[in-house]
């Protein structure tokens, strides 16, 4: 086997960013600001907004059984994707009446409740 001499050389490339590559946090949806607050740290159920009636007709059928039983608001600010899910619903404190809330269920992995029902009002942020 006969060997051959290669001369080194150096190759070297520019990177030239263009209209694929997105700067971080520029993406097409922002995020919400809200205060998870209804109820104040009562404890209480809430029910989603099923049936397009104006108030709570109760049969006894939470959003998610055993999830949002015995909820109370943690009254800290959360931020949530702007194409994320909001459901209309009411929270029930124990013994007391309807409210009216917006629902925000983390991905279904938590739930929290605003009683700001103007989401047009809400501060949004870029992600």
């Keep these: 086997m006969k060997r051959t001499y290669v001369r080194p050389t150096m190759v070297g490339e520019r990177f030239v960013a263009n209209e694929y590559v997105a700067a971080c946090g520029d993406t097409e949806y922002g995020k919400y600001k809200f205060i998870c607050d209804a109820g104040g740290g009562k404890k209480g159920d809430v029910y989603e907004e099923t049936n397009g009636q104006d108030g709570l007709q109760r049969d006894d059928k939470c959003l998610t059984p055993g999830l949002l039983r015995y909820y109370h608001s943690c009254n800290v600010t959360h931020y949530a994707d702007t194409n994320d899910e909001f459901l209309e619903g009411y929270y029930v404190p ?16 938590n739930v929290h409740c605003t009683t700001n029902l103007n989401r047009e009002s809400w501060e949004t942020t870029k992600s």
């Design 94 to 109: 124990f013994g007391g009446s309807a409210q009216k809330v917006i629902i925000w269920t983390d991905h279904g992995r």
